[in-house]
């Protein structure tokens, strides 16, 4: 694929944190230079002898790089990027992945978990519309990105595992996994599915789509 | 990257190009062959000791080949993945030629038939070239089938390179040999 270079190793200053919810944030680091990538790929992160696998969310044509992190308690690496000081220099590596959108004439369904919204944040940065997205979370502060990827979306579903018992979900929301919603709110037919996120979630709707959805190709990303 | 998803229980997996398949499909089974040789060559590596040295940076260089020709044979032609794949089939296959040559210029001539084994490293060599005929042939199966996601045509190129490898991999035992000094026996009919 054209500007995917081979994967290299690179220095990296970090620029910023944004935390998205209490419990996840956004980094941006320096590009390096010579560094390309195409939406959907992602870099390894080292950082006190540890090194872990972030999805880019952000697009080829982005001046620095970003990744989404969810703080794991008791976790190797997560909370100490939490902690990390603006400004110190990590080491990185990549692009890493083949989980790239491959257009074709079936309907995209994309399925995220978490932080698995993050390689359809680039893909949409990049220019991806009109497919349908179930972004599942437990919670409508856990939809993160919402903002920036239901507008590309030609049908656009929150999955909110546990809603909030006295709040009415938007008319976007629906009350349910995204196992469920891949279940019961798609028509039957053919469809490239994409997930990524949680392994309950890509064994459960790969299942799915075996099930109903004979036909249909499958491409996945686990990422807890 | 996470060592299981649990989204293959059922019998089924993706190919990298995203069909869901049998997991007795042809590709499928080609890629276990592949698979199984590459551990193969895992144990020859770990069997040769110093002398061996140079040979066991070829052989990585061959495991991690088959992780490309594994790759390859996962991605139905056309997609966007296969379009992100290095190539692969001429150049490896050319290699292995020249690393042929290399050996049969130091090893003496074939006498006859040769009884497989000798030093564990040969042993295993022999086993690996078996292992090899194997993958080779169901690469040739999976060529030769009708389904949309078997045909293939470049998948010639794959074929080719093991049928070299497996060449290759006869030296290989016959150059263990030269290396730790164990006489070769050969078929006496």
Known sequence: ?224 | MKAYTGGGDAGKTSLLSGERVDKIHCRIEACGEVDELSSVLGALVASLSQEGRELQGELREVQADLFRLGARLSTIPGSSAFAMLPLFGEEQTRRLEAAIDRLEARLPPLQGFILPGGHPSAAWAHVARTVCRRAERRVVRCAGERAETARDEKLGDLIAYLNRLSSYLFSVARECNRIFNVPERTWQA
């Open chain 1, 1 to 224: 694929m054209a500007g995917v270079t081979e994967t290299g190793r690179f220095r990296s200053r970090l620029l910023s944190r944004a935390w998205l919810s209490a419990d996840t944030f956004q980094l941006d680091l320096e590009r390096p230079p010579g560094f390309y990538f195409a939406p959907g790929q992602g870099i390894r992160l080292s950082d006190g002898g540890v090194e872990r696998e972030y999805s880019l969310v952000c697009a080829p044509h982005d001046q620095h790089l970003s990744i989404c992190v969810q703080v794991v308690a008791g976790g190797a690496l997560t909370p100490l990027l939490a902690g990390r000081e603006v400004g110190i220099v990590l080491e990185l590596s990549g692009p890493h992945g083949y989980f790239i959108f491959q257009p074709s004439d079936r309907p995209a369904v994309l399925v995220a978990t978490g932080t698995g919204i993050a390689p359809f944040v680039s893909m949409v940065k990049s220019g991806l519309r009109g497919f349908t997205l179930l972004q599942g979370a437990s919670s409508i502060e856990g939809l993160h990105y919402r903002d920036l990827v239901q507008p590309s979306a030609g049908r656009y579903l929150a999955c909110i595992s546990r809603p909030a018992p006295d709040h009415a979900l938007p008319a976007w929301g629906w009350p349910g996994r995204v196992s469920e919603a891949a279940r019961n709110e798609l028509s039957p037919g053919q469809f490239d599915f994409y997930l990524c996120g949680s392994r309950t979630m890509v064994r459960n709707v790969a299942a799915i789509v075996d099930e109903r959805f004979p036909g249909s190709r499958v491409f996945f990303e686990v990422f807890y």
